[in-house]
């Protein structure tokens, strides 16, 4: 975690600590943070950038009482921001935009439901913001769906994540498979009704998925709930942030992708424990195919009832989240299976990074390359489990010496 005093402490000891650097975490997440009108001056010049949709960030709470075993959040203590804050951000917004627009920010938007909306509700008058946020679909029931829709909530983005783990999140308890497939259809074509906007998110590759049924179920579900955008996660571990990375690290799973390409989407850097991955290229290309073709494009276009949402799914669709993204799969699916030392290195067999990450980053970051130093973009993917290892030799050790 980092809070103000972890900030002041790197600001203020600029030593090198070579080779290795020296790791700081404070104890929590931070009890507050700076709200929009301190932080205004920051906001205007970034709002400033953005073309046509300006979204201001907004944080009402921080962790999650949902333990979802890849998630960062699954071990932070769920705790709320301070609401007067939150009011006095929201009053302040209508002073310089006629309508303004809000991005919630919270891991899980709505845990304290009446609370939130009791916030929004005193400090400003019904539907003056539009606002979006992430939210489980367990909280997005008929009657909080009214109110939402009654403050100007415009865009809700809830977290699916698999078909057979995770019922307590989506409402839908032991259900699997079509089971669940059904009812999260309802349920997503229920919010459509009220929100104009919905993205359902997926992670793919867990655990839990074997063979092409989670994939078709997915599919199903696009044609089943037409207006909702698809968004796409691989799975990936991010050091020691979820509990679930230690197991993932003790079975050997964990490739060195540098953190350049940890955005979900342009590396997965855990072998996949039920596919082998050309079979999960495959059929993620397949997911991605259908999601994405003219006709499912098409249908959510019509399926979308208000102007942006319907123009928002269709850029999303043919741009870099959707053709992009698919073009970027077939390529790396093909190298699989082309490049011995790209598919080696996808095996663990290797920890060369292949030429075709190098020349990404060497594109990203253009003339910054050359000042990256030469080991920036290699880390050791094991270091959670080393140091639990050594943390438990220590504490057999310490414990050894007291019998002794």
């Given at each position: 975690?980092?809070?103000?005093?972890?900030?002041?402490?790197?600001?203020?000891?600029?030593?090198?600590?070579?080779?290795?650097?020296?790791?700081?975490?404070?104890?929590?997440?931070?009890?507050?943070?700076?709200?929009?009108?301190?932080?205004?001056k920051f906001i205007e010049q970034t709002l400033k950038k953005a073309p046509l949709?300006?979204?201001?960030?907004?944080?009402?709470?921080?962790?999650?009482?949902?333990?979802?075993?890849?998630?960062?959040?699954?071990?932070?203590?769920?705790?709320?921001?301070?609401?007067?804050?939150?009011?006095?951000?929201?009053?302040?917004?209508?002073?310089?935009?006629?309508?303004?627009?809000?991005?919630?920010?919270?891991?899980?938007?709505?845990?304290?439901?009446?609370?939130?909306?009791?916030?929004?509700?005193?400090?400003?008058?019904?539907?003056?913001?539009?606002?979006?946020?992430?939210?489980?679909?367990?909280?997005?029931?008929?009657?909080?769906?009214?109110?939402?829709?009654?403050?100007?909530?415009?865009?809700?983005?809830?977290?699916?994540?698999?078909?057979?783990?995770?019922?307590?999140?989506?409402?839908?308890?032991?259900?699997?498979?079509?089971?669940?497939?059904?009812?999260?259809?309802?349920?997503?074509?229920?919010?459509?009704?009220?929100?104009?906007?919905?993205?359902?998110?997926?992670?793919?590759?867990?655990?839990?998925?074997?063979?092409?049924?989670?994939?078709?179920?997915?599919?199903?579900?696009?044609?089943?709930?037409?207006?909702?955008?698809?968004?796409?996660?691989?799975?990936?571990?991010?050091?020691?942030?979820?509990?679930?990375?230690?197991?993932?690290?003790?079975?050997?799973?964990?490739?060195?992708?540098?953190?350049?390409?940890?955005?979900?989407?342009?590396?997965?850097?855990?072998?996949?424990?039920?596919?082998?991955?050309?079979?999960?290229?495959?059929?993620?290309?397949?997911?991605?195919?259908?999601?994405?073709?003219?006709?499912?494009?098409?249908?959510?276009?019509?399926?979308?009832?208000?102007?942006?949402?319907?123009?928002?799914?269709?850029?999303?669709?043919?741009?870099?989240?959707?053709?992009?993204?698919?073009?970027?799969?077939?390529?790396?699916?093909?190298?699989?299976?082309?490049?011995?030392?790209?598919?080696?290195?996808?095996?663990?067999?290797?920890?060369?990074?292949?030429?075709?990450?190098?020349?990404?980053?060497?594109?990203?970051?253009?003339?910054?390359?050359?000042?990256?130093?030469?080991?920036?973009?290699?880390?050791?993917?094991?270091?959670?489990?080393?140091?639990?290892?050594?943390?438990?030799?220590?504490?057999?050790?310490?414990?050894?010496?007291?019998?002794?």
């Amino acid at each position: 975690f980092t809070d103000k005093q972890i900030i002041l402490d790197v600001l203020q000891d600029r030593s090198p600590y070579r080779p290795y650097g020296q790791y700081l975490s404070a104890g929590q997440q931070p009890t507050n943070l700076p709200g929009v009108r301190e932080r205004w001056k920051f906001i205007e010049q970034t709002l400033k950038k953005a073309p046509l949709i300006k979204i201001v960030p907004m944080i009402g709470s921080m962790g999650c009482p949902y333990t979802c075993s890849f998630c960062i959040d699954s071990t932070v203590s769920y705790q709320p921001m301070e609401f007067d804050v939150i009011k006095e951000d929201l009053r302040f917004l209508l002073t310089k935009y006629k309508r303004p627009r809000v991005g919630w920010h919270d891991p899980n938007f709505g845990i304290r439901f009446d609370d939130y909306m009791n916030v929004i509700e005193e400090a400003v008058p019904p539907d003056s913001i539009d606002f979006i946020a992430e939210s489980s679909l367990s909280i997005l029931t008929e009657p909080h769906l009214e109110r939402l829709k009654r403050n100007g909530f415009k865009a809700i983005l809830p977290g699916i994540e698999s078909w057979y783990e995770m019922g307590n999140k989506s409402k839908t308890g032991s259900k699997q498979g079509e089971e669940k497939l059904q009812k999260v259809s309802d349920h997503v074509n229920m919010i459509l009704r009220y929100l104009p906007y919905v993205q359902t998110n997926f992670v793919l590759g867990l655990d839990s998925d074997e063979g092409p049924a989670p994939f078709e179920l997915t599919k199903k579900f696009i044609d089943m709930t037409p207006a909702a955008f698809p968004a796409y996660s691989l799975l990936s571990a991010f050091g020691q942030a979820a509990p679930l990375n230690l197991e993932y690290q003790r079975g050997e799973r964990v490739l060195p992708f540098p953190f350049h390409f940890l955005n979900n989407n342009h590396a997965m850097n855990l072998k996949p424990r039920n596919y082998s991955w050309p079979e999960f290229y495959d059929h993620v290309i397949d997911v991605t195919t259908h999601s994405f073709s003219w006709r499912s494009v098409a249908n959510r276009f019509h399926a979308t009832t208000t102007k942006i949402p319907k123009w928002m799914n269709f850029v999303r669709a043919i741009s870099s989240e959707g053709f992009g993204r698919l073009k970027f799969y077939r390529k790396v699916r093909r190298l699989l299976e082309e490049d011995r030392a790209f598919r080696d290195y996808f095996e663990g067999e290797t920890t060369e990074l292949p030429q075709f990450y190098h020349n990404l980053i060497k594109r990203d970051l253009r003339e910054l390359w050359e000042w990256l130093p030469k080991r920036a973009i290699h880390h050791n993917p094991y270091a959670y489990f080393n140091a639990e290892q050594e943390r438990e030799e220590k504490a057999r050790f310490s414990k050894a010496q007291v019998v002794a």
